[in-house]
C-alpha cells in the first residue's frame, strides 16, 4: 500500500525546483497569478525525493494538502484553473 506521496505544481510556470510555488494564467484575462503548497504544509513535508528526474516534495499518506497565493498581489476577478501533480509509493 501507498506509504507517502509526492505532491508538486503540474501547469503553468514553475517557480523552483520542487514545485512548490508556480504561475497560473487567469483562463479569460490571461492575467497571472502565484500560487503554491502551504508553507504550512511544506514545514510539515517528509522532505525532498527526485522521480524521474524532477523535484517532489513528499508527505505522509493522508496528510491534506493546501493550494495558497503567494504573496501580495493584485488579483483581478477571473477562473484560475490549476494543476497538482501527485504520485504516490511505497516507502
Do not use: C, H
Amino acid at each position: 500500500s501507498v506509504k507517502e506521496f509526492g505532491a508538486r505544481g503540474g501547469a503553468g510556470v514553475i517557480m523552483d525546483n520542487a514545485g512548490i510555488v508556480w504561475r497560473i494564467a487567469g483562463k479569460n484575462s490571461g492575467n497571472s497569478i502565484t500560487v503554491g503548497l502551504s508553507p504550512k504544509d511544506v514545514a510539515k513535508s517528509q522532505g525532498r525525493q527526485t522521480w524521474n528526474g524532477r523535484e517532489w516534495i513528499t508527505f505522509d499518506t493522508n496528510v491534506p494538502l493546501y493550494i495558497t497565493t503567494i504573496g501580495e498581489q493584485n488579483i483581478s476577478p477571473d477562473t484560475y484553473p490549476l494543476t497538482l501533480d501527485v504520485v504516490g509509493y511505497q516507502a
